[in-house]
């Protein structure tokens, strides 16, 4: 079946703009996970979804960063007044269910450059 | 805060050899241990996923081990290929206010030549 979709794939954009990340589960799943990968950083948590419940946010960087997601399936992450240490690799993953018991499944990958 | 370590950073080997990957993390109040492998410019494919009251899973040529109370997990590649060829990462799961988030290792790089 159809894996985690992300798009666009790749985005370069001017400091100080908005950028919109979007990223497609898989038809299913019920947990939404995203993370950042910096050039010479490990990948770092951002955000989670589980279900109807309250998303865990604890990871978002800035007040510029948010998220959301539309009907428990498709979710988008925006950046607000981009800056040049806001580029990285945005990966977004999904399971199963919340409970860590189930593999999280990693899109492609959304390279943000911030020039 | 949850600190993962991979070891070594970067590895070389001929085809055939049978190495291993280390991976070290600080807190051994883990759900799970997932072994990742990343190649450039895809994104993650999940090569194994142990529960923290297993010791050890297999498939194919790899063998993963868990040592939660030593903070430690192995992965064991064996007859390496070329193909093989990858970042491999680690990345063990929180418990409690942490649950659902995984936390990552750097990678080792590894190249395995003809």
Known sequence: GAGVSQSPSNKVTEKGKDVELRCDPISGHTA???YRQSLGQGLEFLIYFQGNSAPDKSGLPSDRFSAERTGGSVSTLTIQRTQQED????????????????????????RLTVT | KQEVTQIPAALSVP???NLVLNCSFTDSAIYNLQWFRQDPGKGLTSLLLIQSSQREQTSGRLNASLDKSSGRSTLYIAASQ????????CAVSGRGSTLGRLYFGRGTQLTVWP
Do not use: I, K, M, R
Request: hydrophobic share 30%; charged share 10%; proline share 8%.
């Open chain 2, 15 to 17: 085809e055939g050899e």
């Open chain 1, 87 to 110: 580029s990285a690799v945005y990966l977004c993953a999904s399971s199963l269910g919340g409970l860590p018991t189930y593999e999280q499944y990693f899109g492609p990958g959304t």
């Open chain 1, 32 to 34: 939404l996970y995203w």
């Open chain 2, 82 to 89: 070329p193909g093989d060829s990858a970042t491999y990462l």
